[in-house]
């Protein structure tokens, strides 16, 4: 017999704007880093993988941009709610502690790691936050 789904994933399963905006996190995030891979300064040396590192470090030279984002209130949502990376424990799968910036990350390159790791937990894993 299969386990239940967790509520939260049924949701963005069933619900049309849970649905929705999964969709459009993924859409756009797919969009964008795409975009960070086709320029040349953002793509990571000897990999097709977007430098995001490098990025941040474009938008840390910029403190106005950077203080439209914390405007937008990612800086204060991943405070409040810092995701989980998924992790293989010694007992299986499992959760690391909340995600918290290093000292003296820069606020961007903090919200761009935790964008990735909700993009890895939507759509790489972590679909069942409740079972091993």
């Known amino acids: 017999m299969n386990p239940p789904v967790p509520v939260p994933i049924s949701e963005i399963a069933t619900n049309n704007p849970g649905k929705e905006l999964a969709w459009t996190f993924f859409a756009f995030f797919a969009r964008f880093e795409y975009a960070l891979k086709r320029t040349s300064r ?16 474009a938008c840390d030279a910029k403190p106005d941009e950077v203080s439209k984002l914390e ?28 995600t918290t910036p290093e000292v003296n990350e820069p606020r961007i390159r903090w919200i761009c790691r935790c964008l990735r790791i909700v993009r890895n937990n939507l759509f790489h894993g972590g679909k069942y936050p409740m079972m091993n």
């Open 42 to 57: 953002f793509l990571a040396a000897n990999d097709a993988k977007a430098n995001w590192d490098a990025f941040a470090g």
């Open 71 to 98: 405007a937008t209130g990612a800086w204060k949502f991943f405070q409040a709610t810092p995701p989980r990376k998924q992790i293989h424990g010694p007992a299986g799968l499992d959760w690391s502690d909340p």
